[in-house]
């Protein structure tokens, strides 16, 4: 084949083209945003990243990271949030491969010199709507309001309280709201789920929320899916997600650790009231004959042993004097926390579930006559543990020292009689209304 020689327009049109590929493959790149908390370094999961203009680009994952895909020389300006953090932005140029950002949790803040502490800020509050409760999760704070004369408690069950015509209301992490939708049926509470996703427990199902394209959208789903594949999952660590099989009406419970790659289940701690459990087991002692025999017969077809279905065929559970124990699980950091009150004991475990050692403690029995409420927390922001106490209807907060399980310094919560108190970015949130007053429920938070 004989070669034709190239003309001169054409080598100049061959090098134009070349010269503007240059300039467009150097105009456009990829860059890896790793987002961190700006004091564990640890990454910071499901942070929004957005243009400064508001464009929502998407969020980071489990590892903290953004990949960003960008076009032009003179760089882009990105906002980066997460709730429970301070907003930051930051600068992506061509050339750039990976850029590292630190989110300062929205509690660090500089010492308060003023003398006199500030009032409680008000976070929601409305003219026709109560805060019910609240819970803070991975995009932002969520709200259930409803109207007041439409609250009413069920009969047929005790102490359950049950909420009509609730709207959800979601708060960003500016506690700006940004989206509400009225709930579509009755409901009884407000679930965080162990990757911060938000589900409204109903009377007969359960709703899981989704926020996208500035709406919030509801799901439905079976209760007993929710009961068995979600509620017991609370923390994920190492790949595994923690829980426990946890049941009100039994006085033992063990912590678990599931790995969804294998499906397999095992167990790191079992937790007991040994007191308890043998008056629910000595029942079968003061059985009769004929019921003895029902027992064996359960536990034959069941594995179940007949103690244990003789505690609950006599309604030990239901007894003045039963009371199931109270351990939670927390993750702080690469730690396994477990707070056995029954016991006493704070108990250790590594990432691998392996136990570190056993921290014993003594504040649920009291301190300086303020009563344990029967509940510590944690703020997921920062993985703090906060003991609550109260004493004439006043509330104090109280870090405890995961290393030696002492309390740090009281924090007294201004409200009296607070409701639905919680603990994030460092701050104290709790829904209150002033005695005697046409005030609505308000949503309040305080600085820890």
Known sequence: MQLVPMGNAARL?????????????QGQGIVEIAVVD???????ELAEVSMEAGQVLGRTDTGGVFVYRFSGSTGSRLVIRRFGYLPSSTVVRSGTARLLVELVPDGIVLPDYAAKRSAPEVIFQSDTLHAAMFEPGADGLWVLAYAHPRMWRDQARAGVVIYRDVVLVLMDTLLNEVARKPVPG??????????????????????????????????????????????????????????????????GFDHL?????????????????????????SQYKYMSGHDKVVA???????????????GYMTGFHNDLYFKAPYAPSFVRND???????????????????EPIDIIPFAYHKGRSGRAWAGRVMRDRSNGDVYALFEQDGRNWLCAIDPGTG???????????????????????????????????????????
């Not at 650790?257 to 040994?274: K, N």
């Not at 064996?296 to 003789?310: I, N, P, Q, S, V």
């Not at 707070?339 to 475990?349: E, I, K, P, S, V």
């Not at 970015?425 to 308000?442: D, M």
Request: glycine share 6%; net charge neutral; aromatic share 12%.
């Open 13 to 25: 049109v061959m090098l134009i083209c070349m010269v503007l590929g240059a300039r467009l493959a």
């Open 38 to 44: 700006s004091i564990s370094k640890e990454p910071v």
């Open 186 to 251: 009755e409901c009884t509470g407000l679930h965080i789920g162990r990757k911060g996703e938000a589900y409204v427990l109903g009377t007969d199902r359960v709703w899981s929320v989704m926020y996208t394209d500035d709406r919030i959208t509801f799901k439905t789903m079976v209760s007993a899916i929710f009961e068995e594949a979600l509620r017991p999952w609370t923390d994920s660590l190492a790949g595994h997600w923690l829980g426990s099989d946890f049941d009100p009406t039994y006085p």
């Open 257 to 281: 650790a599931y790995e969804p790659v294998s499906d397999i289940v095992s167990i790191f701690c079992s937790v007991q009231d040994t007191f308890v459990m043998e008056l629910f087991r």
């Open 296 to 310: 064996m017969d359960a536990a034959l077809r069941t594995g179940t042993d007949r103690e244990t279905w003789a």
């Open 335 to 353: 730690t396994i926390l477990v707070f056995d009150h029954t016991a006493g004991q704070l108990r250790r475990f590594t990432a691998r579930r």
């Open 406 to 448: 002492e309390l740090g310094p009281k924090r007294m919560l201004d409200g009296k009689w607070p409701e639905q108190v919680r603990v994030h970015g460092g701050h104290a949130y709790y829904t209150h209304r002033p005695f005697e007053s046409v005030q609505k429920r308000t949503l309040y938070r305080e600085r820890l």
